[in-house]
């Protein structure tokens, strides 16, 4: 197993450096020992939540483009919108940096859509024709951050690219190769309150990049610190590893800023090149060989960070490598470990197959002092997949909700994935340092209409480039109401409430001697028995002719057909266990032997049949539920030989279905689909045997 890179600093004491060149040659002299590689670091995948964010379209932006004009379809996208933030003023207004060279100013209207997009600034035009966007999917005009006081000041900063071969500036820092240059840029407006930009600029900080991308990505200032405080004015730099660190130690090199947090006083003169100072307070000023600027270290792509309002705990969403996308709760001094880390796994640089970096931890791993993630989710690959390839997973930092107008979400950190929109949250709560990890919850979308969509339902229409694509971001305003943003298409979307899936009332009528055997019908019934206060499938059954559904089932023929409809029950697979694709099914909306719903409770969650929604309508059975991914669908149902208490849920109105197990308040399954608004319930399998007891229905009879 790899050594670590020495501590830099653990629990509040410093760990002197020497020099650069100590913490390289540590890393560089450790060779990895035998261990067995981790290909499912985290096995267990976000929780499905019944709760929803209810998404209001809020802004709309021009078409632009990336200078020079890209061959890499990702960056192809409608307006490659990268924030929101509202401005310090008191007035209300939120900037939008596009990637591609041009900064908004939007109003809030009183109808709750935004006035606006207007060009505020055009940083693409100012550095022209320097200004690099077409390559790095970060590349270009990255972000902006205002000072606290800008209503008075005027003073903002932005932080932009450049192609280092069209440049003649020598960077403050920079690696070998250096092809990119990252600038952090301070502009002061003659007149804060106007709706355009007029003053001056000057340069703060230039960082060389060896890759195009992991440059700097944002910069900001803390929002909790008051006016005297310490950390009040001094900005928040967050530098990549410009692409290096998989197979260099650059972001556990004290002498460079690559792979770390930087802070800096913006209005300060100590720095190394004059326009910047390095605040006392840091946690590496005076160590021997290290940049007083630090703030923290260790880090692939430091992508997106924020401050709770209520705790003044800084959360980052940090981009991954190879396998673990991670949220960290950063404090001075941390060295997330990067690329000694990813998470908390131990990132093999040299291994000969790169499929089999991930390794677990050493049993002596606390000596070197490492932070580790409070929340992560890995990239969960589908079998066959080639590791060298960008699987497609990216996460979003995002904010703990500290606003009054959705109190569903207080407290909860919502966050997500950059490229196929999903939205998370995790209690602020539960994310603790040293221990396990929050978990994690997948939000549902609803549009304004109360209808269920995914990000890419909303971000699609209009995207050029793959519309499956969203790249999402969040932002808020000064009040910590949410935004969710799209590069797709160029929008925006406020969140305005929250809604329960499948909460609606599903009626008070009972169905009575459900368990009484004259009130079944089987498919076959020589295959069923029913001793008392039991429903058995005792024998499996069989393939019959016609479309592809379940084998066999019985039918409760007590009480009316239902429209909406509550079924609970109790069940269990009498299959032995040592069966991998073992199953029961709930059947619902039942209208003939060709024409229902059914939930399917497996062992298995990885084909197209198993452990999910379906509908048979005269064809061969159809997936509804939102969790199948293609690949693998939600946590199976049944693995054991218990009973399970399954609740069903089903809403024709709405065409909402949703499948709960074993008490839990969030559903394993959910789906929509309207095709049947009523029918019967019954039990059954495909080819197994199992059993059902206690069961109620509940529901509203149809007329």
């Given at each position: 197993m790899r050594i670590p890179t020495p501590t830099i600093r653990a629990s509040g004491t410093t760990a002197s450096l020497t020099a650069a060149a100590l913490i390289l040659s540590a890393a560089l002299a450790a060779s990895p020992a035998q261990a067995d590689p981790v290909y499912d670091p985290i096995p267990e995948p976000p929780i499905q939540s019944g709760l929803g964010l209810v998404l209001e379209e809020y802004a709309a932006f021009p078409r632009s483009e990336p200078v020079p004009a890209p061959t890499d379809v990702r960056l192809m996208r409608h307006a490659r919108i990268n924030a929101l933030v509202e401005l310090p003023d008191g007035s209300g207004r939120q900037a939008v940096p596009d990637l591609n060279g041009r900064l908004y100013l939007i109003d809030p209207g009183g109808s709750?859509?935004?006035?606006?997009?207007?060009?505020?600034?055009?940083?693409?035009?100012?550095?022209?024709?320097?200004?690099f966007s077409g390559q790095g999917l970060g590349q270009g005009f990255g972000f902006v951050a205002f000072d606290p006081g800008f209503g008075r000041?005027?003073?903002?900063?932005?932080?932009?690219?450049?192609?280092?071969?069209?440049?003649?500036?020598?960077?403050?820092?920079?690696?070998?190769?250096?092809?990119?240059?990252?600038?952090?840029?301070?502009?002061?407006?003659?007149?804060?309150?106007?709706?355009?930009?007029?003053?001056?600029?000057?340069?703060?900080l230039r960082i060389g990049f060896a890759g195009r991308v992991h440059g700097i990505q944002q910069i900001d200032f803390n929002p909790t610190a008051r006016r005297g405080s310490p950390d009040h004015g001094l900005l928040y730099v967050a530098v990549g590893d410009g692409?290096?660190?998989?197979?260099?130690?650059?972001?556990?090199?004290?002498?460079?800023p690559h792979g770390k947090i930087l802070r800096i006083d913006p209005r300060g003169t100590n720095a190394?090149?004059?326009?910047?100072?390095v605040p006392p307070g840091n946690p590496f000023v005076g160590d021997p060989g290290a940049l007083g600027e630090i703030y923290a270290v260790g880090m692939r792509d430091p992508h997106r960070f924020s401050w709770d309002r209520a705790t003044g705990r800084m959360y980052l969403g940090h981009i991954g490598e190879h396998a673990i996308e991670a949220i960290y709760d950063v404090r001075a001094g941390d060295?997330?470990?990067?690329?000694?880390?990813?998470?908390?796994?131990?990132?093999?640089?040299?291994?000969?197959?790169?499929?089999?970096?991930?390794?677990?931890?050493?049993?002596?791993?606390?000596?070197?002092?490492?932070?580790?993630?409070?929340?992560?989710y890995d990239h969960d690959p589908p079998p066959g997949w080639n590791c060298t390839d960008d699987v497609g997973v990216a996460v979003a930092g995002g904010f703990v909700y500290r606003g009054r107008d959705v109190p569903a979400l207080r407290g909860k950190y919502v966050f997500g994935d950059i490229v196929d929109g999903r939205v998370f949250y995790t209690e602020a709560s539960r994310m603790r340092r040293g221990g396990e990890l929050a978990p994690l919850h997948q939000l549902m979308l609803f549009d304004s209409t109360g209808r269920r969509v995914r990000m890419q339902d909303l971000s699609g229409p209009g995207a050029p480039g793959d519309p499956n694509r969203v790249d999402l971001r969040f932002g808020t305003d000064a009040e910590g109401e949410?935004?969710?943003?799209?590069?797709?298409?160029?929008?925006?979307?406020?969140?305005?409430?929250?809604?329960?899936?499948?909460?609606?009332?599903?009626?008070?009528?009972?169905?009575?001697?459900?368990?009484?055997?004259?009130?079944?019908?089987?498919?076959?019934?020589?295959?069923?028995?029913f001793p008392r206060g039991r429903v058995v499938l005792a024998e499996a059954g069989e393939q019959r002719p016609g479309p592809r559904r379940p084998f066999e089932y019985a039918v409760l023929t007590a009480g009316p057909e239902f429209g909406a409809v509550q079924v609970t029950a109790e069940v269990r697979l009498d299959t032995p266990v040592e069966v991998t694709n073992r199953d029961v099914i709930i059947v619902f909306g039942y209208r003939s032997d060709t024409e229902f719903y059914y939930a399917h409770l497996s062992t298995d969650n990885t084909i197209y049949p198993h452990n999910g929604i379906f509908k048979v309508d005269n064809a061969d059975r159809e997936r509804l539920d939102h969790q199948w991914n293609g690949v693998r669908g939600a946590p199976p149902a049944i693995t054991d030989a218990r009973w399970h208490r399954v609740r069903l849920v089903h809403l024709p109105a709405t065409g909402e279905i949703a499948v709960y197990l074993d008490g839990s308040r969030e559903p394993l399954m959910t789906a929509v689909d309207t095709t049947?608004?009523?029918?019967?319930?019954?039990?059954?399998?495909?080819?197994?045997?199992?059993?059902?007891?206690?069961?109620?229905?509940?529901?509203?009879?149809?007329?």
């Open positions: 709750g859509d935004a006035v606006g997009p207007r060009v505020y600034l055009d940083v693409g035009a100012a550095f022209a024709p320097e200004f000041n005027g003073r903002f900063y932005t932080v932009h690219t450049e192609q280092a071969s069209r440049v003649t500036e020598t960077p403050d820092f920079a690696q070998p190769g250096t092809q990119f240059h990252g600038i952090v840029t301070e502009w002061t407006a003659d007149d804060p309150a106007a709706d355009t930009f007029a003053g001056t600029r000057r340069e703060v692409g290096t660190g998989a197979r260099g130690t650059d972001p556990q090199n004290m002498a460079m190394g090149n004059g326009r910047y100072g060295n997330l470990g990067w690329s000694e880390r990813e998470g908390a796994f131990v990132f093999d640089r040299t291994a000969t197959d790169p499929c089999d970096r991930i390794l677990p931890l050493p049993a002596d791993d606390d000596r070197y002092g490492y932070t580790y993630p409070v929340a992560a949410l935004y969710l943003l799209a590069k797709a298409n160029g929008k925006i979307w406020r969140v305005t409430g929250t809604r329960t899936f499948a909460a609606g009332d599903v009626g008070n009528t009972r169905v009575r001697d459900t368990m009484r055997p004259t009130n079944w019908r089987p498919v076959t019934p020589e295959k069923w028995r049947f608004d009523s029918g019967r319930i019954g039990f059954g399998s495909f080819d197994n045997v199992g059993r059902l007891r206690d069961l109620a229905v509940r529901g509203t009879p149809v007329a």
